[in-house]
């Protein structure tokens, strides 16, 4: 057996090092690719805030009698307020947004079979965030600058809640017909391969089988939507009442809890659309 040098072997071992290091460096690019992909967005960054405001706010909760720290649910609530206070900040992008989106909506809306989805998006979706996002502004504004601006920021940010509701109740709709759309694609697609015969498989039929994988995780993209609508439906009909924290609908507590599940599942949704 030829047997190698001291030095010859701890080259090889150094070799070994640096490829495991490259490794690292490309896994670290590619988290980066998707940190940048997801912080650029204005809507997957107010997500990311979303969750730790929640977050935030659930271990101030869970921490009111720690008696070792008396200081760390206070400073927690306090944080979850000013972030909240941030994402108002965010929203000032959102009016022209979903004004685009309005004057576009049937156009750009997407390839479907059925109009009615095309139809809501825009007369209901973009229309209720139209009277939504001036009205949050107004609030924001009457919270910060209550003595240059004298209006019951309370009151408007009750009202905007209203259009808020009526936009989840359309996003939930849309999202039930394109659910049905993709699994009206898939029963088809099915049959295709059913039908198809030994020889044609080998030929087409990894095609098909791509297309109902791209189908399959489109379906799962708007399952999640649908249980983020099913999540915020409440606590955005509570917000509309001004006293909400009185707790007339549901408690300020499960208001928050259900707003912390919401925000984890859309994270979770905008991940899986991001890694495919």
């Given at each position: 057996?030829?047997?190698?040098?001291?030095?010859?072997?701890?080259?090889?071992?150094?070799?070994?090092?640096?490829?495991?290091?490259?490794?690292?460096?490309?896994?670290?690019?590619?988290?980066?690719?998707?940190?940048?992909?997801?912080?650029?967005?204005?809507?997957?960054?107010?997500?990311?805030l979303k969750v730790l405001q929640w977050?935030?706010?659930?271990?101030?909760?869970?921490?009111?009698?720690?008696?070792?720290?008396?200081?760390?649910?206070?400073s927690l609530q306090k944080l979850s307020?000013?972030?909240?206070?941030?994402?108002?900040?965010?929203?000032?992008?959102?009016?022209?947004?979903?004004?685009?989106?309005?004057?576009?909506?049937?156009?750009?809306?997407?390839?479907w079979e059925n109009p009615l989805i095309?139809?809501?998006?825009?007369?209901?979706?973009?229309?209720?965030?139209?009277?939504?996002?001036?009205?949050?502004?107004?609030?924001?504004?009457?919270?910060?600058?209550?003595?240059?601006?004298?209006?019951?920021?309370?009151?408007?940010?009750?009202?905007?809640?209203?259009?808020?509701?009526?936009?989840?109740?359309?996003?939930?709709?849309?999202?039930?017909?394109?659910?049905?759309?993709?699994?009206?694609?898939?029963?088809?697609?099915?049959?295709?391969?059913?039908?198809?015969?030994?020889?044609?498989?080998?030929?087409?039929?990894?095609?098909?089988?791509?297309?109902?994988?791209?189908?399959?995780?489109?379906?799962?993209?708007?399952?999640?939507?649908?249980?983020?609508?099913?999540?915020?439906?409440?606590?955005?009909?509570?917000?509309?009442?001004?006293?909400?924290?009185?707790?007339?609908?549901?408690?300020?507590?499960?208001?928050?809890?259900?707003?912390?599940?919401?925000?984890?599942?859309?994270?979770?949704?905008?991940?899986?659309?991001?890694?495919?």
């Amino acid at each position: 057996m030829l047997l190698r040098s001291p030095t010859a072997r701890w080259k090889n071992h150094l070799t070994k090092i640096h490829i495991g290091e490259e490794d690292d460096i490309v896994d670290l690019k590619h988290h980066k690719t998707y940190y940048c992909k997801f912080s650029a967005s204005t809507f997957t960054a107010d997500q990311g805030l979303k969750v730790l405001q929640w977050s935030s706010w659930a271990v101030s909760y869970l921490t009111k009698s720690n008696r070792s720290n008396k200081h760390l649910s206070e400073s927690l609530q306090k944080l979850s307020r000013e972030i909240s206070m941030a994402r108002h900040s965010l929203r000032l992008y959102g009016f022209f947004q979903f004004l685009e989106k309005y004057r576009n909506g049937l156009k750009a809306s997407g390839d479907w079979e059925n109009p009615l989805i095309s139809k809501i998006e825009k007369y209901v979706m973009a229309a209720s965030m139209l009277f939504y996002h001036p009205l949050e502004h107004l609030a924001y504004a009457g919270w910060q600058m209550p003595k240059l601006v004298k209006v019951d920021a309370n009151r408007y940010s009750a009202m905007s809640n209203l259009f808020l509701t009526s936009y989840i109740v359309g996003d939930f709709w849309t999202s039930c017909l394109r659910l049905a759309e993709f699994k009206k694609k898939l029963s088809i697609l099915d049959e295709i391969l059913t039908e198809m015969k030994a020889g044609d498989k080998n030929k087409s039929g990894q095609r098909i089988l791509e297309q109902q994988q791209l189908l399959l995780g489109k379906v799962r993209l708007v399952k999640l939507q649908i249980l983020c609508c099913l999540l915020l439906f409440l606590p955005s009909i509570n917000w509309s009442i001004q006293n909400w924290t009185a707790g007339l609908l549901i408690s300020e507590q499960t208001t928050n809890g259900l707003m912390l599940a919401e925000s984890y599942t859309s994270v979770y949704q905008s991940l899986c659309g991001m890694l495919g």
